[in-house]
């Protein structure tokens, strides 16, 4: 019984994290671009905060989902056959989110989030190189949570092929 649930445990966070992934990757290489395609910066900023919205909500969800079964399989695995790629990918997912976003503001000396409410706050006035900026940030630290929701992917799926679960 408990193997069943430790296999069920890793599947859902490899399926979840490979979610979590092609979510990231999307946003910086497809979803984000378009919205510089748009023909005007109200346009562009209302796309933006949309999008940034929807997307926190929904990557929020995945690396909860994913950090929590991943996490739990380690826990409740036999000392013997707890392996290590189970904690460092839970530990990846999860920093993946809140953690790259606060270095991002941290380098930068600024805070995402309250830029974008900054540009809504502005009304129909709104500088569209402040609305480039402000994609052009977003695609930045979507870009490293790509590359870090990557890396613990490519570790889950070698790991569990090791496994052979």
């Not at 562009?44 to 989902?65: E, F, G, Q």
């Not at 991943?70 to 695995?77: P, T, W």
């Not at 976003?101 to 900054?118: C, P």
Request: glycine share 8%; net charge positive; charged share 15%.
């Amino acid at each position: 019984m408990a193997a069943q649930t430790i296999s069920v445990c890793k599947f859902v966070g490899t399926i979840s994290l490979g979610l979590l992934t092609g979510v990231s990757v999307t946003l910086s290489s497809i979803a984000l671009p378009a919205l510089l395609a748009l023909p005007t910066a109200v346009n562009a900023r209302t796309s933006l905060t949309y999008l940034s919205y929807k997307s926190t909500n929904l990557t929020s969800y995945l690396r909860h989902i994913t950090t929590f079964t991943l996490f739990s399989a380690y826990l409740l695995s036999p000392r013997r056959f707890r392996h290590p790629y189970l904690l460092y990918t839970s530990i990846f997912a999860f920093v993946s989110g809140p953690g790259v976003d606060y270095a991002v503001s941290w380098k930068e000396g600024s805070d995402e989030k309250r830029q974008v409410l900054d540009l809504e706050a502005q009304g129909d006035d709104v500088n569209g190189e402040q609305v480039r900026q402000a994609v052009e940030r977003k695609q930045f630290t979507e870009r490293i949570k790509t590359g870090l929701a990557g890396l613990a992917f490519t570790i889950q799926l070698i790991g569990i092929w090791g496994d052979g679960a």
